[in-house]
């Protein structure tokens, strides 16, 4: 089996695991991801922005930190673009990919956004993050500018894979993340 035929059978799998996960689960990866924040800006600046994403298909829904940050969401393009734009609970379009994302023209550059979340179907113990296959997030971090942004990880424990994840050579390993359990950052 080549790369991409493997990720399929694993995306099927997690996708699944996820599907059984409780909002109390879902909320306390919530809880710790607010935990995180406390503690990872206690000693340093917020810049202007977290980029979060918007929540499909049973992801940890983020959207409560607009509560207490300013908020960028991505915006798949064709080419594997993706840009992320400045959202306060403001009107969103489908983009290139069907996703909502903001309908402005407020583009923001890496020096503005402090952290990128990132929604996992599951990660290994080298950071290597199992999405939906599109590799937008691969794409953009491939740059060295938006590379050094910290990008962490969103899941639940029961996604974590106990062996590790197929991996094509423009995989980009996460810098941690989060779960209901634990915070590895």
Not at 168 to 181: N, Q
Request: contains cysteine; positive net charge.
């Amino acid at each position: 089996m080549n790369i991409e035929q493997l990720k399929f059978i694993e995306r099927k799998r997690y996708r699944f695991l996820r599907k059984k996960n409780t909002e109390n689960v879902k909320n306390a990866v919530n809880k710790n991801v607010n935990k995180f924040l406390n503690i990872y800006f206690k000693n340093r600046e917020i810049k202007d922005y977290l980029a979060i994403y918007w929540p499909l298909k049973d992801e940890i829904d983020l959207r409560n930190l607009s509560k207490n940050f300013s908020i960028a969401l991505p915006k798949c393009l064709p080419n594997k673009i993706l840009q992320f734009y400045a959202w306060k609970n403001s009107p969103l379009e489908k983009d290139y990919e069907g996703i909502p994302s903001p309908k402005n023209n407020f583009l923001l550059n890496h020096k503005q956004i402090s952290i990128i979340f990132v929604p996992c179907l599951s990660i290994d113990r080298k950071l290597t993050r199992l999405g939906y296959g599109g590799g937008y997030f691969d794409y953009l971090r491939s740059d060295s500018l938006w590379g050094s942004v910290p990008c962490i990880g969103i899941l639940t424990s029961n996604c974590i894979s106990k062996s590790l994840l197929p991996k094509a050579k423009w995989d980009l390993p996460l810098t941690g993340y989060i779960t209901e359990k634990e915070i590895l950052v």
